[in-house]
């Protein structure tokens, strides 16, 4: 899987999040890139204890870093600096509005060492970037078919261009269920194993219909007939029917698929004449609702069968 990483630019420019931040020096290396989600605070580092520093860390510093080098020595602390500069640093972020010691801002310079600083509290600013980077940081992919959401479960319709995809989200959408996303969705995963999907921007709400063209659901039938975003619970594949093939008529055995290595149930819905997908759809929600407070369908007929079974030996038929 491909390593997701932001620049420090990146960083820098956020107005989401309200990270604060402001350039000190080392503007040259705003193209530094972060790949982790955890940062670090030097402590230690700033004594010469280096050994379990993890430079492609954002490094922050706060009051009791800040006032440890303004206490003691400055040709100590300017060489306490400079060893630390001399790792591959991703960029040093001061909390509280402070301003570092002028030897600080020349080494980082020097180095191409981003400092930046920030208005807020220490433990405040940490949640903050800690929350932004693990957001950004997440796995994406992009999927072909249309997201929906059915009685409050995440259903992600798949299946060849053509099947009928759209055509059955229209008129789940008519049913009063809300459409999510259509032909093209935006999966990322959250932590610690949950996808989310969401339309492109530049398709949000709208939705192609064979004959019909381009139509927008959000003005035709509200805003309750759409949602930005859902957690993706289930995978229904839309399948054309094949009389040689045999289908799960019992569905004992729960199959599953797995995106960005996170497993989600996964059916297998045959397409032909007269079948009302609309319906079987709502069916599979409220099974896999059913299915969540612990009461499966199938199996419970497969034990009853067994005991049936046992109880009654075959052969033993009343004449």
Request: proline share 4%; aromatic share 4%; glycine share 8%.
């Amino acid at each position: 899987m491909e390593v997701i990483s932001l620049s420090l630019q990146e960083i820098l420019n956020d107005s989401e999040y309200g990270l604060g931040l402001a350039l000190l020096a080392g503007e040259r290396g705003l193209k530094h890139r972060v790949s982790s989600s955890r940062i670090q605070k030097p402590g230690l580092a700033l004594a010469g204890y280096t050994e379990h520093l993890h430079p492609s860390r954002i490094q922050v510093l706060g009051n009791t870093e800040i006032s440890y080098l303004e206490q003691i020595d400055d040709l100590v602390a300017a060489d306490s600096i400079r060893k630390l500069c001399s790792f591959p640093i991703s960029c040093f972020i001061i909390t509280k509005g402070l301003l570092p010691p002028q030897f600080l801002l020349d080494q980082a310079e020097a180095s191409g060492i981003p400092v930046m600083n920030t208005h807020h509290q220490s433990s405040t600013f940490i949640s903050l970037i800690t929350k932004f980077l693990e957001e950004r940081l997440l796995p994406t992919t992009h999927l072909h078919g249309v997201l929906m959401d059915v009685l409050g479960v995440g259903i992600l319709l798949s299946g060849k261009s053509g099947i009928g995809k759209s055509e059955c989200a229209l008129d789940l959408v008519i049913r009063g269920h809300r459409l999510v996303a259509d032909d093209m969705i935006f999966i990322k995963k959250k932590m610690p194993a949950a996808l989310v999907g969401q339309s492109e921007e530049a398709i949000q709400h709208l939705m192609e219909i064979r004959g019909l063209g381009i139509i927008n659901i959000k003005d035709l039938y509200g805003v309750s007939s759409i949602r930005e975003k859902k957690i993706i619970d289930m995978q229904l594949e839309l399948v054309e029917w094949d009389p040689e093939h045999e289908y799960d008529r019992l569905g004992v055995d729960d199959r599953r698929i797995t995106i960005l290595g996170v497993e989600i149930p996964h059916l297998c819905i045959p397409v032909r004449p007269g079948r009302n997908l609309g319906s079987i759809i709502e069916v599979a929600a409220r099974n896999f609702l059913l299915k969540g407070m612990g009461y499966h369908s199938a199996r419970d007929f497969q034990e009853r069968l067994l005991a049936r079974m046992e109880v009654r030996p075959l052969g033993d038929e009343v004449e």
